[in-house]
């Protein structure tokens, strides 16, 4: 059990991300009991990726899965929730599309170098993920005062300042990957 709770507390997390969606979707806006319960998912999923990564580390479980699930998890929880709250609350889109381009490229990068080398996230990876999950719970706060959203918004323009920083920072490490590969492959050759 010990184990496998951090990777199960990943795949929760998963689940959560299509009913945190349905949620705002159903709610479309309203801040409602929908928005409510949206909020407590998201809260609850952001405490398990803090928790996940806690147990593995010091059950020393740490596993592929979980380094390769855990960023997955993340991302699809804070740009299903963005892309929703872009809709729902007109919240501007580049935000989102600065994320989506810069996730979609770290994990297309780390797949494609995952047979020699799995890519964990980095500190500002980490911090980048943490200034999203505030930006959002922020924004998901029914009937918050306009300051709320207002530094909702900073800390969201933080998180996509940082997303830019932290992506060239992995293409330059996807891409060390895959030069250490060829050599490797070009030495047994």
């Known amino acids: 059990m010990t184990a496998s709770l951090p990777n199960a507390l990943t795949a929760v997390r998963l689940i959560a991300v299509p009913i945190v ?17 949206a909020l407590v998912l998201v809260v609850f999923a952001a405490a398990t990726d803090w928790l996940d990564g806690y147990l593995a580390r010091r059950w020393e479980v740490v596993s592929a899965f979980g380094k390769l699930a855990d960023p997955i998890a993340d991302k699809a929880l804070v740009l299903g929730v963005l892309a929703c709250l872009v809709v729902v609350d ?6 989102l599309a600065i994320l989506l381009v810069r996730e979609i490229g770290v994990t297309l990068g780390r797949l494609a170098v995952a047979s020699d080398v799995v890519i964990p996230a980095s500190r500002g990876g980490k ?8 930006s959002l719970t922020l924004f998901l706060i029914p009937g918050a ?23 060239i920072d992995y293409a330059r490490t996807i891409a060390a990957a895959v030069r250490d590969h060829r050599a490797a492959s070009d030495a047994r050759h």
Not at 21 to 37: C, H, N, Q, S
Not at 127 to 134: D, E, G, R
């Open 127 to 134: 911090i980048k993920t943490a200034l999203q999950l505030l």
């Open 145 to 167: 005062p306009g300051w709320v959203d207002a530094i909702a918004w900073w800390v969201l323009v933080a998180a996509a300042i940082v997303a830019v920083v932290t992506g």
């Open 90 to 95: 007109d919240i501007p889109w580049w935000p």
């Open 21 to 37: 969606v349905v949620l705002l979707a159903v709610d479309d806006g309203a801040e409602g009991p929908a928005r409510w319960w």
